[in-house]
């Protein structure tokens, strides 16, 4: 019998990889996707179409983490094997915007999942994976952040995640559900949003090369992020699942990069050639021909920063035998090379 798993978030940049990793390995994928005015489904749309896959295998659902009838509904109807919840408005400075709206997504929806495994009597069938965060750390700055250090969340998402790690630890401990958190660092693809920085900046860049947009506007330069790739973490979200026991797990590169760094790295590889000028707000980077290339911006800076995100994944790695496979190079040439392949077409 093939086993059957359910993705909250499958529209998203882990929630398509996922699906594709799973669809791999002969699963039956069901997704949840929410009705939005627009098409949300472009990141699977080639998974829909793929006529190699079946369309028994792969299966998309209305539904939406705020409804808790619809949740329940669903896991009642598809009895899922494995349960990923990685639907959440994931992003930080919108969650100080929409504080309320991202509680009751990214806390009250892993309770709704989990309490619609007990309510349907599942807890013996259907394991459940929370998209932990980073975040949780926050304000602790001591590094690398590993499972034992202290949260200190610095924004409603982190706080909301917060709720959201304990409350998956307390259904695990109360009622003996397969119930893990993954604490993932920032991981990043072709397929990450275009509000996020590594894909703003990559995109700008890539149009400043081709002389479709004249100047990148940045918010702060000096926050140092443990970037990956999203294809090695979501093979990290299966591997907790297929463990023999639930557990938390950090899943991070160990290396960590400034948002400056980011750029460097995005302009050298565009072979477009920078310097930096100026402090605090008034820092820029400068082309060879004096035209402004980066400005700050403070619309971008958030109420409360994290500045510090360095994780140490020792456990995963020792006990799931995950490790990375890409590095920051070939994450920066993937994304580069996919976004050029987008403006041009
Ligand atoms: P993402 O691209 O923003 O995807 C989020 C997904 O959640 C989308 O499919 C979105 O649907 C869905 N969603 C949002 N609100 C929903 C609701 N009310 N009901 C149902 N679905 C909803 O995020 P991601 O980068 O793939 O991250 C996946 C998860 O991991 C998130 O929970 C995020 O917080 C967490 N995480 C991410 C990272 C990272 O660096 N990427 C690191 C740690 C943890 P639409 O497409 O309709 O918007
Ligand atoms: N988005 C954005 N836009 N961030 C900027 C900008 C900008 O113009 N300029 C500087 N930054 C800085 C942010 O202040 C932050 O310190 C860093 O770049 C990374 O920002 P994001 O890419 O928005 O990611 P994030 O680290 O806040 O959150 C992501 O990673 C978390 C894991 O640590 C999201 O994917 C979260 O969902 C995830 O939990």
Request: hydrophobic share 35%; proline share 3%; aromatic share 10%.
């Amino acid at each position: 019998m093939k086993k059957k798993a359910l993705i909250f978030g499958i529209t998203g940049q882990d929630g398509s990889y996922l699906a594709e990793l799973l669809l791999k390995k002969k699963y039956i994928v069901h997704g949840v996707k929410r009705r939005s005015s627009s098409i949300n489904t472009g990141r699977i749309d080639h998974i829909y179409q793929d006529p190699h896959i079946k369309k028994r295998t792969f299966l998309l659902h209305y539904g939406d983490i705020t409804d808790s009838l619809s949740v329940t509904r669903l896991i009642k109807q598809i009895k899922p094997n494995e349960i990923y919840n990685l639907a959440a408005q994931s992003h930080v400075q919108v969650s100080f915007e929409s504080p309320e709206y991202t509680a009751n997504a990214d806390a009250i929806g892993a309770l709704r999942i989990l309490e619609a495994i007990r309510f349907n009597n599942l807890e013996k069938k259907t394991k459940f994976y929370q998209a932990g965060t980073s975040e949780l750390y926050g304000l602790n700055e001591k590094i690398p952040q590993r499972e034992s250090t202290n949260f200190h969340p610095a924004s409603p998402y982190g706080v909301a995640k917060l709720y959201a790690h304990w409350i998956t630890i307390n259904y695990r401990e109360a009622y003996k559900i397969f119930a893990s958190n993954g604490i993932l660092f920032n991981h990043e693809s072709p397929r990450r949003g275009e509000t996020f920085v590594t894909q703003k900046i990559v995109q700008a860049l890539c149009r400043i090369k081709l002389r479709k947009q004249k100047t990148l506007y940045i918010g702060n330069l000096y926050a140092k992020r443990d970037w990956g790739h999203a294809k090695d973490f979501v093979k990290a979200m299966w591997l907790i699942l297929q463990h023999k026991k639930p557990d938390d797990f950090v899943i991070s590169t160990g290396r960590q990069t400034t948002v400056k760094n980011f750029i460097n790295l995005v302009s050298k590889e565009l072979k477009i050639t920078i310097k930096w000028k100026g402090k605090g707000l008034k820092e820029k980077a400068i082309d060879e021909n004096g035209n402004i290339i980066v400005s700050c911006d403070k619309s971008y800076y958030r109420p409360l920063e994290v500045n510090n995100l360095l994780g140490d994944s020792k456990k995963a790695r020792k006990i799931l035998g995950w490790k990375p496979e890409f590095g920051l190079k070939k994450l920066i040439s993937d994304m580069i090379k996919s976004e050029m392949q987008r403006i041009s077409s």
